[in-house]
C-alpha cells in the first residue's frame, strides 16, 4: 500500500490582499494541493479572503501532533501566537524567512513600526533555536541571516517567493494611465510600499541629478502610502522642495492591477535605491515586464537582478543619473536589458520553477530519516 502523502501545515499570521508574502502563502499552498493535504491557517485573514484560509482558532490540536506532517512557519515578524504552536508542534518544520526590516529605519517616524521591527527581530532569535527545523529563505541573504544565529548552513534553502507577476500581465492596459505618463518626458518608475527601507530619497537625489542630462522627466513612486508613517512622506516632499523636482515627483498611492501593468509599460526605466530587501518582487514583475532596470546593489538586490540590469555598488548619484541616461539614450542597450530580465523570469521565478524546486524541498523534508534525527533532538 503506497504511504500517505505528508499533510502540510501552512502558517501566517495575517492574511491580505496586495501582500508579498500572502501572496506567497496562497500561492505555495496552490502549488502543493494536487500533491498534498493542506490547511493554511491565519490569525487575521481579510474578508475578501476569508475563502482561502482558516482561522487558527479552529485548528485541531491534533494538526500540530502529527511527526509525519509539515509545519511551514512564514516569519516576519513577532507572533506570539504562532511561536507558541511552534514550540510544541511535533511536526516537521520549514521557517518560511521573509525577513525583518531593522528597526532603525522607522525609529525617526513610527513608535509602532519600530517597535513591532524590534519584536520581529527577537523573535527570529528564538524560532533560531528549534533544532534540525529547516530554513527556506527567499533569498540567500535571508538565510544568512539565521545562519549568523548559528543554524548550520546546511539546514537552509533558498526558494524566491510565490508571485501573481502574470495575473498582473493579464490585466487591461489602463488608459487613463496611458493618457497621464505617454509623450516626452521620461519615466522613472520605483514600485514598493512608501516606506523608510525603501530609500526614496535615494532616488529623488537620483532624479534631481539626471535633470544634468535632461530636465524633461519624472520620478513615479507607485504605492502604497500609511497614514502612520506621514511624517516620512512630508520629509520627502520637502526633499523634493529643496533640490527643485517637487512638481517631478508623483506618488501615485495605492493603486490598481490595471494601472500598475500600464506604468511598468510604459516606463522608461526601472529604479531600486532601496536600503534593506529580503527579496523585492517588484524587481521581478520589472524583469517580466521587460523593463531596463538600474538598481543599488545591497542586501538582497543583486541576487535578485542578477546580471539583466545595472547594478551599482558604490552610492553616487551622478553614477546613477549616468545609467538611466545611458539607457535612455540607447534603446538597443534598453532593449537587449529587457531580454535579459524576461529571460531570467522565464528561468528562475516563474511559477512552475517555483513549484518545482518547493516540492524537491517538501519531499527531502518528509524523508523518514528526516523525521527521525528531528524528533530524536526533541524527545
Not at 527570529?124 to 545562519?147: M, W, Y
Amino acid at each position: 500500500m503506497a504511504s500517505r502523502a505528508p499533510a502540510i501545515h501552512l502558517l501566517t499570521p495575517t492574511l491580505a490582499p496586495h501582500d508579498a508574502i500572502g501572496n506567497d502563502v496562497r500561492q505555495m499552498a496552490a502549488a502543493l494541493e494536487p500533491d498534498h493535504p493542506v490547511n493554511l491557517y491565519a490569525e487575521g485573514i481579510a474578508p475578501s479572503l476569508a475563502k482561502s484560509a482558516k482561522p487558527l482558532h479552529s485548528a485541531p490540536e491534533a494538526a500540530w501532533s502529527s511527526p509525519d506532517d509539515v509545519l511551514i512557519y512564514h516569519h516576519s515578524m513577532g507572533w506570539p501566537l504562532g511561536e507558541k504552536i511552534l514550540f510544541r508542534a511535533k511536526n516537521r518544520v520549514i521557517l518560511r524567512y521573509h525577513n525583518v526590516t531593522p528597526s532603525r529605519f522607522f525609529a525617526p517616524y513610527s513608535l509602532p513600526h519600530e517597535q513591532a521591527c524590534q519584536a520581529g527581530a527577537e523573535s527570529t532569535k528564538r524560532i533560531a533555536q528549534i533544532p534540525h527545523a529547516l530554513v527556506l529563505g527567499d533569498s540567500t541573504f535571508n538565510c544568512e541571516g539565521f545562519i549568523e544565529l548559528s543554524v548550520p548552513a546546511e539546514n537552509c534553502r533558498v526558494l524566491p517567493p510565490f508571485h501573481l507577476t502574470e495575473e498582473l500581465g493579464r490585466e487591461q492596459f489602463h488608459m487613463g494611465t496611458v493618457q497621464q505618463y505617454a509623450g516626452e518626458l521620461v519615466n522613472i518608475l520605483f514600485v514598493g510600499g512608501i516606506k523608510p527601507n525603501k530609500g526614496h530619497a535615494r532616488a529623488i537625489r537620483i532624479l534631481a541629478a539626471y535633470r544634468r542630462f535632461n530636465e524633461r522627466c519624472r520620478l513615479i513612486f507607485a504605492g502604497g502610502m500609511d497614514d502612520r508613517l506621514n511624517s516620512y512622506v512630508d520629509d520627502l516632499r520637502q526633499l523634493a522642495a529643496k533640490l527643485g523636482v517637487a512638481g517631478q515627483v508623483i506618488f501615485t498611492g495605492a493603486i490598481s492591477g490595471s494601472q500598475m501593468k500600464t506604468l511598468y509599460t510604459i516606463a522608461d526605466v526601472f529604479l531600486c535605491t532601496s536600503e534593506h530587501e529580503g527579496f523585492c518582487v517588484p524587481l521581478v514583475e520589472a524583469m517580466y515586464f521587460r523593463t531596463p532596470i538600474v538598481a543599488w546593489a545591497v542586501t538582497a538586490v543583486p541576487e535578485t537582478l542578477g546580471d539583466c540590469g545595472f547594478l551599482i555598488e558604490d552610492w553616487d548619484e551622478s553614477v546613477f543619473a549616468a545609467r538611466i541616461a545611458k539607457l535612455v539614450d540607447d534603446t538597443d542597450l534598453a532593449g537587449r536589458f529587457g531580454d535579459m530580465g524576461r529571460k531570467r523570469y522565464l528561468s528562475t521565478f516563474a511559477p512552475e520553477v517555483l513549484k518545482k524546486k518547493l516540492c524537491e524541498i517538501i519531499a527531502e523534508v518528509a524523508q523518514p530519516d528526516h523525521v527521525a534525527d528531528t524528533m530524536s533532538i526533541r524527545q
